[in-house]
């Protein structure tokens, strides 16, 4: 079965800095997608960047890029210039076609002004 | 395009009672998730439709758990008997717009349940 690990429960950065959030899973196929979801209280889960396993060239969504190495099986999320409203839980998911989405436990992340 | 809607947004109910929870997709989506979210975690996958057929059920998820699509529309999450474990967020989610090259998974606003 497919799993999705997210090894940093809690992150924090200095708003407009970069902060990398972690992501890494398990998977026997080659052909997939991974995704980031971000979570704020209102617990609106609302998509962030998307990823197709086939495609070497990294996701970049404004000031959200991923830096996804798929024989690491690792799919790593940073944010650019960091602002308040980046607060939030985050979510990696996993997604093989046909399949259902598999999510990771989440990182929360707080924005210091 | 009005999203994924879910309904109702809060449900209070007393340990034993029966619960429904519906979920209207995205009007073209032919794929309909059930999801489970305790507060601080993941969400955690109960079952998912393609069209009206369910093709995945997690075995996780008790009998007490019944979930319909009866024309490929909307969905309803039935809760028998429930028991205060059964406190959760539930989300409702949609995806498929012609193809997997477009795969997107849309959320509704999530049903919460509190079993008294």
């Known amino acids: 079965a497919q799993t999705v690990t997210q090894s940093q429960p809690e992150m924090s950065v200095q708003e407009a800095e970069t902060v990398t959030l972690s992501c890494t899973y398990d998977t026997s196929e080659s052909d997939y997608y991974l995704f980031w979801y971000k979570q704020p209280p209102s617990r609106q889960m609302i998509l962030v960047i998307r990823q197709e396993a086939y495609k070497q060239q990294n996701a970049t969504e404004n000031r959200f890029s991923v830096n996804f190495q798929k024989a690491a099986k690792s799919f790593s999320l940073k944010i650019s210039d960091s602002q308040l409203g980046d607060a939030a839980m985050y979510f990696c998911a996993y997604l093989n076609y046909g399949q259902n989405f598999v999510f990771g436990p989440g990182t929360r992340l707080s924005v210091l002004p | 395009d009005t999203g994924v809607s879910q309904d109702p947004r809060h449900k209070i109910t007393k340990r034993g009672q029966n619960v429904t929870f519906r979920c209207d997709p995205i009007?073209?989506?032919?794929?309909l998730y059930w999801y489970r979210q305790t507060l601080g975690q993941g969400p955690e996958f109960l079952t998912y439709f393609q069209n009206e057929a369910q093709l995945e059920k997690s075995r996780l998820l008790s009998d007490r758990f019944s979930a319909e699509r009866p024309k490929g529309s909307f969905s309803t999450l039935e809760i028998q008997r429930t028991e205060q474990g059964d406190s959760a967020m539930y989300l409702c989610?949609?995806?498929?717009?012609?193809?997997?090259?477009?795969?997107?998974?849309?959320f509704g606003s999530g049903t919460q349940l509190s079993v008294l």
């Open positions: 989610a949609s995806s498929g717009q012609g193809g997997h090259l477009n795969e997107k998974l849309f």
């Open positions: 009007s073209e989506h032919n794929r």
